[in-house]
T-cell receptor, first 112, second 111 residues
Framework: DGGITQSPKYLFRKEGQNVTLSCEQN?????MYWYRQDPGQGLRLIYY???????QKGDIAEGYSVSREKKESFPLTVTSAQKNPTAFYLC???????????FGPGTRLTVL | QKEVEQNSGPLSVPEGAIASLNCTYS??????FFWYRQYSGKSPELIMF????GDKEDGRFTAQLNKASQYVSLLIRDSQPSDSATYLC???????????FGAGTQVVVTP
């Protein structure tokens, strides 16, 4: 089955810890994206990558880091510098054209 | 600041009726437009996309785009209880699909 997988589904972090969220796709998509969703709000772009070994900051990149060493994988690290990390994190991917984005199931991160 | 605006709702629709959702955007350079459905606690699911002015129909869903007025709408015909969800409007301004999302409209279909 082709699709996008994210793990873990739920993640709990203590104050001061870095955590890494996994995102893998087998759709052969070129571009991958990380979004954050807070209750009652739309999605906000954290980082995106159009090709391997290249990525760009989105609207809310502070406190986050990414890597794109393989086309299939785009992990997101939430660092201790992110002051309010509790949120629903969504990974998406797309071709350049057509550019519809398809989403993984999400990771819900809670800071204890 | 590029913005995508939607009424937050909830939009209450009787079963079998038409639900009409609207979305306005501020960037005149926007090229492609998307509607996603998101059930509570789940990730967004693509329903429709539209690139050209006019209507595009897919089953019970119709997307309408008016670039001159900078709005895109979604009609859901014969609304079913399973259509109860939050509908997100997304707008892309470049070919790589960097999206701006609206906050979503909650739709509640009542039996």
């Amino acid at each position: 089955d082709g699709g996008i997988t994210q793990s873990p589904k739920y993640l709990f972090r203590k104050e001061g810890q870095n955590v890494t969220l996994s995102c893998e796709q087998n759709l052969n998509h070129d571009a991958m994206y990380w979004y954050r969703q807070d209750p009652g709000q739309g999605l906000r772009l954290i980082y995106y990558s159009q090709i391997v070994n290249d990525f760009q900051k989105g609207d809310i990149a502070e406190g986050y880091s990414v890597s794109r060493e393989k086309k299939e994988s785009f992990p997101l690290t939430v660092t201790s510098a992110q002051k309010n990390p509790t949120a629903f994190y969504l990974c998406a991917s797309s071709f350049e054209s057509p550019n519809e984005q398809f989403f993984g199931p999400g990771t819900r991160l809670t800071v204890l | 600041q590029k913005e995508v605006e939607q009424n937050s709702g909830p939009l209450s629709v009787p079963e079998g009726a038409i639900a009409s959702l609207n979305c306005t955007y501020s960037d005149r350079g926007s090229q492609s437009f998307f509607w996603y459905r998101q059930y509570s606690g789940k990730s967004p699911e693509l329903i429709m996309f539209i690139y050209s002015n006019g209507d595009k129909e897919d089953g019970r869903f119709t997307a309408q785009l008016n670039k001159a007025s900078q709005y895109v709408s979604l009609l859901i015909r014969d609304s079913q209880p399973s259509d109860s969800a939050t509908y997100l409007c997304a707008v892309a301004t470049d070919s790589w699909g960097k999206f701006q999302f609206g906050a979503g409209t909650q739709v509640v279909v009542t039996p």
